[in-house]
């Protein structure tokens, strides 16, 4: 462990986005939950309460983005310690944010925020998840990771500050939603002052070392036109615990030591979505450079160390040792460019002291043992960075 101190507006939907989605384009932004429902779950010894809703914002392009809200009504009448600011909790490439942080409710990230008293928000970005859905064969309806940055991020805060009322929020990013975060702050824009804190899982800007910089020639031949990534690992999933488990290719996901099979079945079978060909290229193209990930057109990169040397924002990175899809030594560099005096980076590995087995991408967060290994420490940051210093 390394211790540093020192309402969106709504454009008509365009044609032919109209007739691929598989959502409605016709909800409005208001805080007014399209559905709700109520759920006791059992969170160590505790029982908790999860009321959960499903809200809906529109971009600033027109896409409808879903936005799940979970929290326990009966926290304030029971008198428990709840965090001041709400957590929102943002996915990485082509994944669900259900899949990624509420996979099943004996491992799931989300319910052990709830359980602590935090009002958690979870949002899936344009064409994965419950938003919105693009056409594959029609590539006026794909988008890049700046497109996430510029257009999904601002709708989604907008609205989660205005539902809850607050003026700031804690961010925690998997993977890209964690560089989604940092390119917010490097950007300086209009939310960089809205994040509380921010928390990176499995994440960083720079990918050198990682399974698809070793492979980018392969992989740019193969994704002219985007990647089916749900089909990929459905089919995956399907062979998960039979003779012919694909291991290897678990491997990049997650340590399959480390990961529950019926966790692995549901991520895989359930998480991702199609990869447009501007996504893949933009990564491919920055993450596995010496600069990091960067914009589409080259004009700004997403961990920027001029401006993140003057961010003083409370910033915690937790990276599996056997992360291959975003190594380790690419979350310490990345916080590590941060100005504030409250930033720690923890690589989790028994070589490193910090857990008792390696970690890989996803089973940081649905892992056998990330409640008892990995929740503490993001429920600690959030804890100790909530109240104003």
């Given at each position: 462990v390394l211790s540093f101190f020192q309402e969106?507006?709504?454009p008509p939907q365009t044609a032919s986005r109209e007739a691929c989605s598989s959502s409605s384009s016709s909800s409005s932004s208001s805080s007014i939950p399209d559905s709700s429902e109520v759920e006791a779950l059992s969170v160590g010894s505790a029982t908790v309460i999860c009321q959960r809703e499903s809200h809906a914002c529109i971009t600033q392009d027109g896409w409808r983005l879903h936005i799940s809200h979970v929290y326990d009504?009966?926290?304030?009448?029971?008198?428990?310690?709840?965090?001041?600011?709400?957590?929102?909790?943002?996915p990485g490439l082509a994944s669900s944010g259900?899949?990624?942080?509420?996979?099943?409710?004996?491992?799931?990230?989300?319910?052990?925020?709830?359980?602590?008293?935090?009002?958690?928000?979870?949002?899936?970005?344009?064409?994965n998840g419950h938003s919105q859905k693009p056409c594959w064969f029609d590539s006026s309806t794909w988008w890049t990771v700046d497109d996430h940055l510029h257009k999904?991020?601002?709708?989604?805060?907008?609205?989660?500050?205005?539902?809850?009322?607050?003026?700031?929020?804690?961010?925690?990013?998997?993977?890209?939603?964690?560089?989604l975060a940092v390119g917010l702050l490097s950007q300086q824009g209009k939310f960089a002052g809205a994040l509380r804190s921010v928390t990176l899982?499995?994440?960083?800007?720079?990918?050198?070392?990682?399974?698809?910089?070793?492979l980018a020639p392969l992989i740019r031949s193969i994704t002219g036109c985007g990647f089916p990534a749900g089909a990929v690992c459905s089919a995956v999933g399907s062979l998960i615990g039979t003779a012919a488990a694909l291991w290897f290719v678990e491997a990049l996901f997650?340590?399959?030591?480390?990961?529950?099979?019926?966790?692995?079945?549901?991520?895989m079978s359930g998480c991702f979505r199609f990869i447009p060909a501007g996504v893949v290229q933009q990564f491919l193209g920055s993450l596995n450079s010496q600069q990091g990930l960067t914009s589409c057109d080259g004009s700004f990169s997403y961990a920027d160390p001029k401006v993140l040397a003057n961010v003083?924002?409370?910033?915690?990175?937790?990276?599996?040792?056997?992360?291959?899809?975003?190594?380790?030594?690419g979350g310490r560099r990345t916080v590590e460019m941060f100005g504030s005096t409250a930033k720690r980076f923890v690589c989790l590995g028994p070589r490193q002291g910090t857990s008792k087995r390696h970690y890989g991408h996803f089973d940081v967060i649905s892992g056998t043992h990330a409640a008892?290994?990995?929740?503490?420490?993001?429920?600690?940051?959030?804890?100790?960075?909530?109240?104003?210093?």
């Open positions: 969106p507006q709504q009504p009966t926290a304030e009448a029971a008198d428990t310690q709840r965090l001041q600011h709400p957590v929102l909790l943002v259900q899949h990624t942080f509420d996979l099943l409710p004996e491992y799931s990230l989300v319910h052990a925020l709830v359980a602590q008293g935090c009002d958690v928000w979870v949002a899936d970005l344009r064409g999904d991020v601002p709708a989604v805060l907008e609205y989660v500050l205005q539902a809850t009322g607050a003026q700031q929020l804690h961010w925690i990013g998997h993977s890209m939603g964690g560089m899982l499995a994440s960083g800007c720079f990918g050198r070392g990682s399974w698809h910089g070793i997650y340590m399959p030591r480390n990961m529950p099979q019926e966790c692995a079945r549901e991520l003083h924002v409370p910033v915690l990175a937790l990276n599996g040792s056997w992360d291959l899809f975003c190594p380790a030594v008892d290994e990995v929740y503490p420490h993001i429920i600690g940051w959030l804890q100790q960075h909530d109240a104003p210093s």
